[in-house]
Structures are given as structure tokens and as C-alpha cells.
């Protein structure tokens, strides 16, 4: 069974801190791993990533994967109030490429 | 250019009541998908469909059917509604669901069940 698991689940910060969310995953035929920003209503994507090493950037979010620990980072830095959100990991599983599996998500507030 | 849509947008049942959350999509897209979302929980997969005619399930699909008669419509029927079927349900549409930057979300329904 394909797992994915996200941490923290939860975490609150100021504007200007910098934060790295972990997901960590279980899955067999890995084909990629994605990041998904979630406000109030459907997931918008944000990153995928493929290859171990590389990183992903746009603005001041960053993510790169690690194939040997079986992980990826998101980082947020110069956080703002805008970046408050749920951030959700998923990669596509059970050996179908059709099947999305996600993380619980991790629920970032960012206060002024 | 509509995307995905999604009808309703929310919903309060009964206990027992059947109902059918309604999903299209204009953009040819082979796959299509369900899931529910719940606080804590992530979204978790009910249905999936690679195509007309063809169906399979995902994590959780108990209490739910679909069928994908069009390439364009796949309804998700809840058959005797729960309470435990209260939350956030989300369509996907995409080409091939490995290219996350072409997978696109329903607005989401809402719906409560009492």
C-alpha cells in the first residue's frame, strides 16, 4: 500500500520566517512527486519533481526531492500572510500512474 | 473555457436520501477522478476512471458508485447517504495524472448529511 506522510501536520509562523515543510512516501514505481497549495477550495499546483537532487523553484518557494530517503522538501522563505494555506504532497501510485495518493497535508499559518 | 465543473456546490441530506454529485469537463481529458476531503485527512481517492466505459476504485469506496458513460461526465452517485459521508468532495480531470501541472480540480462540493 502506497503511503505518504507529511509533517508537521500543522505550523504557525510570522511573516518573514522561513519554513520547510517535509513529505516523506512509500510507493511502488516512483514516477513523481507532487506539491499542491490548497486555499479554502480546490489544490492548485505548485511543483513536480522527477529527478533526485533537483531543484524546483519559483519566487520564494523551493522544493527538491531525495530519491535515496525517499523524500522532498518545500520551502517558503520571507513567508507572508498570503502563503497561510494547507500544502499537500501526492505522488501518482499503485503501479497505474492513474492513481493519486496524498499526504494529510501540512496547514502553514503565516500571521502578520 | 470551463474546465471542470462541478454541481452542487453544496448540499444537506438526510440520512438515507440518495443523491448524484454532477462533474463535466471540456477538455477531452481521459482520466477523471473523485476524492473526499476531510479535516486532517488529505483528499483520498473513492473512483477513478481511465476512460469512457471503463471504472475502478480507489481508497475509500464504499457507499459510492460512478459511471463513465462520456468521455466528458463522470457522476459519482452517493447510494444511501451517511453521516459519515459529510465532507469536501473534489473532481479531477487530467491527461495522465503523472504530469501533476495538467491536473485540474472541480471547485468542490460541499456536503452535509444529517
Known amino acids: 500500500e502506497d503511503k505518504v506522510v507529511q509533517s508537521p501536520l500543522s505550523l504557525v509562523v510570522h511573516e518573514g520566517d522561513t519554513v520547510t515543510l517535509n513529505c516523506s512516501y512509500e510507493v511502488t514505481n516512483f514516477r513523481s512527486l507532487l506539491w499542491y497549495k490548497q486555499e479554502k477550495k480546490a489544490p492548485t499546483f505548485l511543483f513536480m519533481l522527477?529527478?533526485?537532487?533537483i531543484e524546483k523553484k519559483s519566487g520564494r518557494l523551493s522544493s527538491i526531492l531525495d530519491k535515496k530517503e525517499l523524500s522532498s522538501i518545500l520551502n517558503i522563505t520571507a513567508t507572508q500572510t498570503g502563503d497561510s494555506a494547507i500544502y499537500l504532497c501526492?505522488?501518482?501510485?499503485?503501479?497505474?500512474?492513474?492513481?493519486?495518493?496524498f499526504g494529510k497535508g501540512t496547514l502553514l499559518t503565516v500571521n502578520p | 473555457n470551463a474546465g471542470v465543473t462541478q454541481t452542487p456546490k453544496f448540499q444537506v441530506l438526510k440520512t438515507g436520501q440518495s443523491m448524484t454529485l454532477q462533474c463535466a469537463q471540456d477538455?477531452?481529458?481521459?482520466?477523471m477522478s473523485w476524492y473526499r476531503q476531510d479535516p486532517g485527512m488529505g483528499l483520498r481517492l473513492i473512483h477513478y476512471s481511465v476512460g469512457a466505459g471503463i471504472t475502478d476504485q480507489g481508497e475509500v469506496p464504499n457507499g459510492y458508485n460512478v459511471s463513465r458513460s462520456t468521455t466528458e461526465d463522470f457522476p459519482l452517485r452517493l447510494l444511501s447517504a451517511a453521516p459519515s459521508q459529510t465532507s469536501v468532495y473534489f473532481c479531477?480531470?487530467?491527461?495522465?495524472?503523472?504530469?501533476?501541472?495538467?491536473?485540474?480540480f472541480g471547485e468542490g462540493s460541499w456536503l452535509t448529511v444529517v
Open positions: 477538455m477531452n481529458h481521459e482520466y
Open positions: 501526492a505522488l501518482p501510485g499503485g503501479g497505474s500512474n492513474y492513481k493519486l495518493t
Open positions: 522527477t529527478s533526485s537532487g
Open positions: 479531477a480531470s487530467s491527461y495522465s495524472p503523472g504530469r501533476g501541472n495538467t491536473i485540474y
